[in-house]
């Protein structure tokens, strides 16, 4: 018997703190049973300009509208990236479901698609 696993079960509660730049929070982690983390998280499938280049400044500020520092959202741990960092995907509550965030950042140009950790 094959057991396909229910993609919900990887959803966590994110607090998100601070962002770093466009695509990196500082984020809160609640693991259940008392269990938490907290440190930087790279949001799943794109790239945003640094701050240092052309519109990191923007991507910043659009990443912080979209999910304004001291708001939870469900994320869903995907993978940890060649920083040792977790990327995580953001559901935003749309119909993209945990697309959302990188959906929106990409179609307002403050992103490119990324598939590197």
């Known amino acids: 018997m094959a057991i396909t696993p229910d993609p919900r079960l990887w959803a966590y509660p994110v607090a998100f703190k601070s962002w770093v730049d466009g695509d990196t929070a500082r984020i809160l982690l609640d693991l259940g049973l008392r269990t938490r983390w907290e440190g930087n998280a790279r949001i799943a499938g794109i790239n945003c ?3 240092r280049d052309p519109g990191g400044y923007e991507a910043l500020k659009f990443a912080e509208q979209l999910v304004p520092p001291g708001t939870v959202r469900p994320c869903r741990s995907v993978a940890m ?30 992103a490119v698609p990324y598939e590197k950790g």
């Open 49 to 51: 300009p640094e701050l």
């Open 81 to 110: 990236d060649s920083f040792g960092r977790p990327l995580i995907a953001v559901d935003l509550g749309t119909e993209s479901g945990f697309d959302g965030f990188a959906n929106e950042m990409l179609t307002a140009g403050h």
